[in-house]
């Protein structure tokens, strides 16, 4: 069961404001919703994660770049994109950019290296206090690699705002998705890892993608069981307009809540396709604005242009409403 509750009225940021002085703007409204199995209550709050890129950590320019870029994420990767021998000074230069700020709105994630790798701890301890929004670990397969990174992030003072992105990349992971997703409540996305998928699962990168359909609606049960969000996996042909188009349309109709990307030129396109469409939203107002007339009356249900409004429809369309908005306020606020 979950219920959609909107806290208005008050001036609430996502993230604190912790980078460098230049604090986070926060929302206008704070949207929060609620998923509950029995006694036990999880909380989500929304924001637009459409678009989320990945930045070389090793490439400097790329980085400075980013401050103007209207991605509403950012992974700064230390790890498939480093060379081994540049590692040092991507970790380096990473967390001196993340800790300086100048990026606004947008969401700062650290891909780290595994915890198997000569660079792993090193990198939790440098990316703990750098002040990223999250750090994404890479070829999760068990909820214990994620207690092991939280216990490593808790050693080297992490605040407990830090959020663990996990990426979902082998077939184990995707196997353990649902157990991944429940690990701790500090766990908040699911990001598909679909090339290296593919290669595990010894198939092939097709148009349509059926061989990763499995895969795919397993991350985006597992998230939506525990109100995680769910990040599509990167598209690897950059000549391909009308494919990349397809593949975000087909990840908004799986349920996912925007896309991993790899180059700046797509980001247009994945916030389009992953935002509510206006008609979307202008029907989602009608039927709660419907629907509160119709409590106010004392009727539970109310017909809109012939279709029955019930709570669970209003409960999704308070959702669509709160996520429109919170883009419409990032638009206004991005630092460029």
């Known amino acids: 069961m979950s219920s959609v509750e909107a806290l208005g009225g008050v001036d609430q940021p996502v993230a604190p404001p912790t ?15 609620r998923h509950s199995w029995g006694e036990e209550q999880m909380e989500q709050r929304i924001r637009p994660r459409r678009s989320v890129l990945f930045m ?3 490439n400097a320019r790329a980085i400075e770049k980013a401050t103007t870029l209207a991605a509403d994420g950012l992974i700064f990767d230390l790890e498939d994109a480093v060379a081994p021998d540049a590692k040092a000074v991507a970790r380096q230069q990473v967390c001196a950019a993340v800790h300086a700020g100048g990026y606004g709105q947008r969401e700062l994630v650290v891909r780290v290296n595994g915890l198997a790798t ?20 890479p070829k999760v397969d068990s909820a214990e690699m994620i207690r092991q990174a939280l216990s490593l992030l808790h050693t080297y003072g992490a605040p407990d705002h830090l959020a663990i992105w996990c990426m979902l990349e082998t077939p184990r992971g995707i196997l353990q998705a649902e157990a991944i997703a429940a690990a701790h409540p500090r766990v908040a996305a699911l990001v598909m890892g679909t090339s290296d998928l593919v290669t595990d699962l010894h198939a092939r990168h097709t148009p349509g993608r ?19 969000t769910a990040l599509d996996g990167v598209h690897l042909d950059l000549t391909d307009d009308a494919g990349f188009a397809a593949v975000c349309r087909q990840a908004v109709e799986l349920g996912f809540d925007g896309k991993t990307l790899i180059h700046p030129k797509t980001i247009a396109m994945a916030n389009a396709i992953f935002a509510p469409a206006p008609a979307e939203v202008t029907w989602a107002r009608t039927i ?10 004392g009727r539970g249900v109310v017909l809109v242009e012939g279709k029955l409004i019930e709570n669970l429809h209003v409960a999704e369309a308070t959702r669509v409403v709160a996520l429109a908005d919170a883009i419409t306020a990032m638009g206004a606020t991005v630092v460029t």
């Open 288 to 297: 709660i604005a419907a629907h509160a007339q119709a409590v106010a009356d």
């Open 56 to 58: 070389p950590g090793s």
């Open 118 to 137: 000569p660079w792993g701890r090193e990198d939790l301890a440098e990316v703990a206090t750098c002040g990223a929004d999250a750090v994404l670990l």
């Open 210 to 228: 059926l061989p990763l359909l499995t895969s795919l609606s397993l991350c985006v049960l597992a998230a939506r069981a525990y109100g995680l």
């Open 19 to 33: 980078r460098a002085g230049l604090g986070r703007l926060s929302w206008p409204r704070l949207f929060v919703v």
